[in-house]
Structure formats: C-alpha cells, structure tokens
C-alpha cells in the first residue's frame, strides 16, 4: 500500500507564493512520474505539472512561467513552487504519482490541499 501526503497549501494575497510538497510512502520500489492537478469549485479536475525520472517537466499553459514543479528522489516527495499567484489559481490541489511496488504498477492521489487566492 502506497499513501500520498501532501502540506503546504493556504491562503495568499494575489502575487504572492505557496510550496506544496508532496511525500510519499510505503512498500515503493520506484516512482515513474510524479504530477500535480488542481480543482476548482464547479470544475473538473485539470493538469497542472509533471516530472518523469529523467527531470523532464511539463506545465499547463495557465501556469508556465509562474510554477515550477521539483522532485527529491531519495524522500520520493514532490514539490510545487507556486508565484504570482493570482485568485484564478484558487482550488484543491492534488498530487499523484505513478508508483511501481512490486511486479504492480498503479497511479496513487493524495488527499488534496486547498490553495485560496484573494483579490
């Protein structure tokens, strides 16, 4: 069993910067891909950033430039590095990770963390 905690999330003025981590653990043998997706009320969950093992990142067009997406191997966390924050940003953030245990592989999802954005 694979568990995804996340931390980090809160309220922020437009302009300025959260971190959003994300640990994962259990019986991990390694980890492909980590990503983030967030959440807005009355949306559907969207993609916001990605980093696979070799240290290629992808960003939604919404937040190039302003997020930047990290990965500590040795800790199997995630990091979001959020600025300029605008009140557009407001929603539950996710992390996820694909996650090999064994001869398994499966996509896990932590709990979710509010980021709110104010005007």
């Known amino acids: 069993q694979v568990q995804l905690v996340e931390s980090g999330g809160g309220l922020v003025q437009a302009g300025g910067s959260l971190r959003l981590s994300c640990a994962a653990s259990g019986s991990i043998f390694s980890i492909n891909s980590m990503g983030w997706y967030r959440q807005a009320p009355g949306n559907q969950r969207a993609f916001v950033a990605s980093?696979?093992?070799?240290?290629?990142?992808d960003y939604a067009d919404s937040v190039k430039g302003r997020f930047i997406i990290s990965r500590d191997n040795a800790k199997n966390t995630v990091y979001l590095q959020m600025n300029s924050l605008k009140p557009e940003d407001t929603a539950v953030y996710y992390c996820?990770?694909?996650?090999?245990?064994?001869?398994?592989?499966?996509?896990?999802w932590g709990q979710g963390t509010q980021v709110t954005v104010s005007s």
């Open positions: 980093i696979i093992g070799g240290g290629r990142t």
């Open positions: 996820t990770m694909r996650v090999m245990t064994g001869l398994r592989v499966a996509d896990y």
